[in-house]
């Protein structure tokens, strides 16, 4: 049953074995696995449920639908935009499906620096097998690699720079390029279409529309969530109390911290809300002689990653990635007024973007703010960090011009830094990334529930499990020890697969 409690009035008292926060790639998986292992599961979600019908590929209408803040959630300086979903099926619903798994040297850096032994690819490849299947991953065809990630490609290939084309999750894909929109056709395996009609199936009660406000706790274990159904003007239309034996967190690295913080839970440790990545990335955009359609075809299929060696420093480095937009955010990226904003967008249909994506070492803070849906985020750049991003904007340029562009642009503020071949490339880290000179997006935001073997340094355990509070577990992204360094969409769902087979595994202990 999935309802989106549109027509409900007043309020919800449910019973459940498990409660889960969020449909996200954690939560879903976790709802789907329990739900069919016998478990009673109710799913609460913030979000609509929207589906294939309802996506548009307008950006005015999609933007508001599936996206927090209508896709402008920021840093409170303003400094850093953080695009987060907001519906059943979380951010899977608008990403661009890249599909890795946790790198070996990541889950090393996890164990040695994190205390996390369990954590070894022997351990998770159950877990990462179960999940590429369901999400039927698989490679890129060569025939599907558009004319924004053929350009990068051949630049990246003349200079000799490693890359390769990767895995997506898609299935009988048409090639429409409205991704980040939402899939109209249903070829993107993202939750929505994959682990949330499973767990509907086996018999899950799905809510969406439902606001979680806090956990509450019994004898030390979380027994209750308190939520509230929301309208569409955001506005209080009736209140849901779920009583459940096992509670599980996926409300993503924002929400679930700023839940927690919330209810009061979790926080012994003072690592609650602390340790925010990013995975903060900057972009250029080459500008080709001729005119196509750049956001046709599938936006992300090449992956450059020359810039990054985890084997010989795990801690850092940068990825190069493809990217396309549409007229309305690829207008509020650019700087300038009037005829100068003008005279960059008529090459619209000429542009080929590339994405700087930092495994950043820099770290923010989650905390509440004055309503549920705006918590507060505060990250800065550390200077190393800047220095990355202005070095990877520089091979950005390098690899467009290798690859045909006729001029560069790098959107600096107040105005951008246009480039043409042989210009002197040393402009760009002269000028540096600085927060507040220039667009700095991130769509992974991770670590502020974050892992660990010491219960004095994290907040959960290697399965998820809260230290201050047994029964409760967290399964998303905020459990990440570090930044991933990768796309984390798929580890994501295997971490939570892994924690789902533990509470099954436990069930005596913990539903008892």
Known sequence: MIDTLQDHAGDLTLRADVCVIGSGAGGAVVAAEL?????????????????????????????????????????????????QGRNVGGSTVHNLCYCFRAPDPILRMWREEHGLDELTAEALEPSFARVEKNLHVVPIRED?????????????????????????????????????????????????????????????RIYANARVDRIEAEGGRARRVLARIVGPDGEARGHIEVKAKVVVLSAGAVASPDILLRSGLAGSSGQLGANLHLHPSVMAAGIMDDAFEPYRGIPQSYYVDEFIDLERDPHSGYVLMPISGFPVLTSSLLPGFG????????????????????????????????VLAKPRIEYGLTEKDRRQLAE??????????????????????????????????????????????????????????????????????????????????????????????????????ALADRTAHHILGRWKELGG
């Open 144 to 204: 599907e690699v558009n004319r924004v990630n053929q350009v990068v490609r051949a630049g990246a290939q003349k200079l000799g720079y490693s890359g390769f084309v990767t895995k997506h999750n898609r299935k009988g894909c048409v090639q429409a390029g409205y991704c980040i929109l939402g899939c109209s056709y249903d070829a993107k395996q993202s939750m929505l279409v994959t682990y949330v009609p499973r767990a509907d199936r086996a018999g899950a």
């Open 392 to 493: 990877g904007l520089v091979h950005c340029a390098e690899v467009l011009f290798a690859g045909g562009a006729r001029k560069v642009m790098i959107p600096t503020l107040p105005e951008a830094t246009i480039l043409a071949p042989g210009d002197d490339l040393s402009v760009i880290t002269r000028r540096g990334v600085r927060e507040g000179h220039m667009p700095i997006a991130s769509t992974h935001p991770q670590s502020t529930c974050r892992m660990n073997g010491d219960p004095s340094r994290g907040v959960v355990n290697a399965y998820g499990e809260c230290f201050d509070v047994p029964g409760l577990f967290v399964a998303d992204m905020s459990v990440f020890p570090t930044s991933l360094g990768a796309p984390p969409q798929i580890t994501t769902a």
């Open 339 to 370: 005829r100068d904003h003008y005279e960059l967008m008529r090459h619209f249909d000429r542009m080929v973007g590339l994405l700087v994506l930092l495994h950043d070492e820099s770290a923010g803070r989650v905390e509440s703010g004055d």
């Open 35 to 83: 739900a069919e292992a016998g478990r009673s599961v109710v799913v609460l979600e913030q979000g609509h449920y929207w589906t294939a019908v309802d996506f548009t590929q307008r950006e005015e209408e999609m933007l508001p639908r599936l996206f927090e803040e209508s896709g402008m959630r920021q840093t409170v300086d303003g400094a850093f935009t953080i695009l």
